[in-house]
């Protein structure tokens, strides 16, 4: 056999069957010599084992050989690990190449350059699972669960997760052109988008108002390595500033080190009930305790929507199970599972997953989410599509881009009438009435410029805290 195979094969059997440890949980494969039983079928298995590792030999060397084509010998290898990581149908469990590999560390960095844009692959479609806050992707107007179809112009057909990211992501000021499906959008749209370079600051607090009740507001974007250093430090100042509750943010966070949320949950619940439990490939559980023994003396409730992933979901569910705090928002994403990255000898990497977690209660919410126990929507507007304009807008015309456009006005309070996509007089009185004070040509037509100012007015409405429903609820729901 191929002696870089050999290597190969000895690395991802040590990856495979080795002793690890992910998040300070330790794991390790039983001793088969204290029981004859295992170590026969041990033995058996390693003989399967070796002779199917002899078959995929035997056709790396037919298609060396006898190809009509010379095949370089590093794809082939790739390509045999890409082909049994891909046969588990698993998004979150991928093979990294090298270079990958090296992307893939440096995003862990303080700083990375790209869009700021967390994606996963479902069913074969590449989803949007949250935009990082003040990114260009945020300023774009990408949403949780939209759908990206073409990367530049190309299908993203067929890529795995870390194919598509390296594409999506580039220099500081070069543009990436992303064709967008949006859930309840009859056609997809395009939008350009300049990269940056995309600070990890994950931690964001504030002191906000009840009436005369001071609360405090942390909101975490993601679960980073400084993440838990950075939320005990603000919510330190905000406990000694006197608030009389907590709102911890984590709508659009798409998750994580299992880690980082776990030294967040160790000051928050107490040890009557576990806040996460890890369950291993043979089914047993292993519940995780904080040492805390008095909850906080203050209220704590928890934003929550569709692009809350993951570690957020680990948070919210811990808070909800075990202390009884208050959800409020939307459903979460629904991801479930852990992943380890372990490194090959030769720099790349096998991203895979290896245990499920589950709530207090032993609730696995994998693909199905967790529940806010007070559900909001936001309105109708923080949800509306990128308005894009090829052809001037006007009296008669029925297209989506006119049911866009209603549906901002309306957001915006110039009553158009209707957001069925025909544009009627009403919809023309209300345009010349934004056009006018807006302050551009007042021609009732809805033409680029129109566009922008329509799209910066409600980014500006999206953006002021009193439209925030979920954020008015939770502050007005404290007890």
Not at 60 to 81: M, N, P, T
Request: charged share 30%; glycine share 8%.
């Amino acid at each position: 056999m191929n002696k870089k195979w050999l290597a190969l094969v000895a690395a991802c059997s040590l990856f495979l069957g080795a002793g690890g440890t992910y998040a300070g949980m330790k794991w390790k494969e039983s001793n088969s010599k204290d029981n004859p039983i295992e170590e026969k079928q041990s033995t058996n298995k390693s003989s399967v084992v070796s002779g199917n590792l002899e078959k995929i030999e035997q056709a790396y060397q037919l298609i060396q050989k006898s190809y009509v084509k010379k095949v370089d010998h590093e794809q082939l290898v790739q390509g045999a690990i890409q082909g049994m990581i891909g046969t588990l149908k698993d998004p979150y469990s991928v093979y990294m190449d090298a270079a990958t590999a090296e992307r893939f560390n440096d995003s862990l960095d303080s700083s990375f350059d790209g869009i700021g844009a967390q994606v996963t692959i479902e069913e074969g479609k590449l989803i949007i699972v949250a935009p990082i806050k003040n990114t260009p992707a945020e300023k774009a107007g990408l949403k949780p669960r939209d759908q990206i179809l073409k990367i530049d112009g190309e299908s993203v057909e067929g890529l795995d997760l870390y194919e598509a990211t390296t594409k999506i992501r580039g220099e500081k000021g070069t543009v990436v052109k992303l064709e967008i499906l949006r859930k309840g959008a009859s056609k997809p749209f395009a939008v350009e988008i300049t990269r940056e370079e995309v600070p990890v600051v994950t931690v964001f607090a504030d002191m906000k108002k009840n009436g005369d009740k001071k609360i405090g507001y942390i909101e975490i974007t993601s679960f980073a390595e400084g993440t838990a250093r950075e939320f005990t430090s603000e919510l330190n100042r905000l406990e000694k500033e006197g608030m009389a509750g907590l709102i911890i943010d984590v709508r659009g966070n798409p998750g994580g080190m299992l880690s980082s949320v776990e030294e967040i949950l160790q000051q928050l619940v107490t040890n009557k009930k576990p806040y996460v439990q890890i369950e291993e490939r043979s089914g047993k559980k292993n519940p995780y305790f904080s040492g805390l023994e008095e909850r906080k003396a203050y209220p704590i409730t928890v934003l929550i929507d569709e692009g809350s992933a993951s570690a957020s979901e680990i948070l919210a569910g811990a808070l909800k199970e075990a202390e009884g705090y208050d959800l409020v928002g939307t459903k979460s994403f629904g991801k479930g599972t852990v992943q380890q990255a372990i490194p090959l000898e030769d720099g790349s990497n096998i991203k895979l997953t290896m245990f499920k977690w589950l709530t207090p209660d032993g609730n696995w919410i994998h693909e199905k989410g967790i529940a806010p126990t007070i559900e909001v929507e936001q309105p109708e507007y923080f949800h509306a599509h990128s308005l894009t304009v090829e052809k001037e807008l006007a009296r008669d015309m029925n297209s989506e881009e006119v049911k866009i456009a209603q549906e901002l006005l309306t957001g915006l309070g110039y009553g158009p009438g209707r957001t069925d996509g025909y544009f009627d007089g009403q919809t023309e009185r209300a345009v010349r009435a934004f056009q006018s004070i807006e302050k551009v040509p007042v021609t009732g037509k809805i033409d680029q410029k129109t566009a922008e100012k329509l799209e910066e007015a409600v980014i500006k409405e999206i953006q002021d805290e009193r439209n925030d429903l979920q954020l008015q609820v939770a502050l007005k729901s404290m007890k």
